[in-house]
């Protein structure tokens, strides 16, 4: 059974940058999509970054294109969210989810979200 597992949030101010990293464990595959999705209050849970484990390939949502950079390290498991410049429209819930899928653009739409498996989420607060 898959098992994601977040780290790196906390409290920063605009323009400053944090790294959050996802660990993924239980999972007999190797070519999945996988990324970051975030929830601020009062607001549906939107695509930040996704990446395809086999190939790296990676997608962004447009509000933090730019900015925000997602990737993996050569034989690891993990795969982090490095966000720079940040602004205090990013403050929200930062999620790490996962699917077997090819289409990691799709994934990032988020259209389907019950078929996806979630972390517990870690809390990313910008102040301005």
């Known amino acids: 059974q898959v098992n994601l597992v977040e780290s790196g949030g906390g409290s920063v101010q605009a323009g400053g940058s944090l790294r959050l990293s996802c660990n993924v464990s239980?999972?007999?595959?190797?070519?999945?999509?996988l990324g970051w999705f975030r929830q601020a209050p009062g607001k549906e849970r939107e695509g930040v970054a996704v990446?395809?484990?086999?190939?790296?390939?990676?997608h962004y949502g447009a509000s933090v294109q730019g900015r925000f950079t997602i990737g993996q390290n050569t034989g690891e498991s993990a795969v982090y969210l490095q966000m720079n410049d940040l602004k205090p429209e990013d403050t929200a819930m930062y999620y790490c989810?996962?699917?077997?899928?090819?289409?990691?653009?799709?994934?990032?739409?988020?259209?389907?979200?019950?078929?996806?498996?979630w972390g517990q989420g870690t809390q990313v607060t910008v102040s301005s």
């Open positions: 989810a996962t699917r077997v899928l090819s289409n990691c653009a799709r994934f990032l739409s988020v259209v389907d979200a019950e078929r996806y498996t």
């Open positions: 990446i395809y484990r086999s190939t790296g390939r990676a």
């Open positions: 239980g999972y007999p595959y190797s070519s999945y999509c």
